[in-house]
């Protein structure tokens, strides 16, 4: 069944789920949970239902079959890629995208994202560069320029779909996330899609040994905020741990953004990938008022509670 084929009632309900597609696998909704409504959604637009319409919805605002076209565009031409584009799908790559979101909040991260992702000559592909797993070669690959139902169609495979920004409007939505993750797999990267170190994006992305980690054990306080004081020039990431328990996504990866004072009397800024503090799949906050949330998915904890929370950090040396 094609999109273009099935009814408005149905249509509606696919797009709430397109709202709520996100990290549906993190919080224990399984894929046969997600399958099993999807048939009763069908089971519902055959018959006739009046429903009202919702503000902005992507039925109306947007044509069905756009969602098949490629997004040309890759990032806002006014902003260029910025950290608030990324905004993680259902695909595992955390790590990934944490990487990204903390080079773009670092100085120069928005030309180091321009040096390895370009427009095609054919608008609907794009040119990317990533070195290979040993920090050499770097090599150009090109991918094709995802759509929205790439967006969706990860959703319901239970294999996560690409990251799309503006994901709403074919008009509005920004690419370059979604092409980055494609390219990473034809380079070989191929744990897109599941765990890995944010180090190995940075491998990856600067080549050589630029990716590093260290266990926060191996730290004692004056180094550990030697390295998130060095966030505005160095880009690093953390990896929570299995059971935090209080609020941090266990095993998820959180870009550091440094302090709130500047210094090592305030609290350590943190980005989650999916672009919002912690929710879970329904869009109801796990924590409301535990952190304070500074927007786009940033929050701050205080150096005892990110200790508590994380395992190691990984940094651009």
Same mark, same amino acid.
């Given at each position: 069944m094609t999109l273009e084929g099935v009814h408005r009632p149905f249509l509606y309900v696919i797009r709430e789920l397109f709202y709520l597609r996100q990290h549906t696998r993190q919080y224990g909704v399984s894929t046969r949970t997600m399958r099993s409504f999807l048939v009763l959604c069908i089971?519902?637009?055959?018959?006739?239902?009046?429903?009202?319409?919702?503000e902005n919805a992507l039925i109306a605002s947007e044509p069905v079959k756009n969602f098949h076209k490629?997004?040309?565009?890759?990032?806002?031409? %006014? =902003? /260029?890629p910025v950290a608030t584009d990324v905004e993680q799908n259902g695909l595992g790559d955390?790590?990934?995208?944490?990487?990204?979101?903390?080079?773009?909040e670092s100085l120069g991260g928005q030309d180091v994202i321009k040096g390895i992702i370009k427009n095609d000559t054919n608008e609907e592909k794009a040119d990317v560069t990533f070195f290979d797993r040993d920090g050499q070669n770097p090599k150009r690959y090109v991918v094709d320029?995802?759509?929205l139902a790439d967006a969706m169609n990860g959703f319901f495979s239970g294999k996560g779909g690409?990251? %799309? =920004? /503006?994901g709403e409007s074919q008009t509005e939505a920004r690419s370059w996330v979604a092409c980055?993750?494609?390219?990473m797999k034809m380079a070989g990267y191929s744990e897109i899609g599941s765990a890995a170190s944010p180090s190995l994006a940075m491998k990856a992305i600067y080549g050589g040994n630029k990716g590093t980690w260290r266990s926060l054990k191996e730290l004692d306080d004056?180094?550990?905020w030697t390295l998130i004081l060095a966030t505005p020039k160095v880009p690093s990431v953390a990896a929570s741990s299995k059971k935090p328990d209080n609020g941090i996504v266990e095993s998820h990866a959180y870009s550091i953004?440094?302090?709130t004072t500047g210094n090592n009397a305030g609290n350590i800024i943190l980005r989650n990938p999916w672009a919002k503090i912690n929710e879970n799949g329904f869009g109801i906050p796990n924590n409301p008022g535990r952190f304070p949330d500074l927007g786009g998915g940033k929050f701050s904890v205080p150096l005892h509670v990110f200790r508590n929370s994380f395992v190691d950090i990984s940094f651009v040396n």
């Open positions: 089971l519902f637009s055959t018959q006739t239902v009046s429903l009202p319409e919702p490629p997004i040309k565009r890759l990032w806002n031409e %006014i =902003t /260029g955390c790590w990934f995208l944490a990487t990204l979101a903390s080079i773009l320029k995802p759509s690409l990251s %799309i =920004t /503006g980055l993750e494609r390219g004056e180094k550990l953004l440094g302090s």
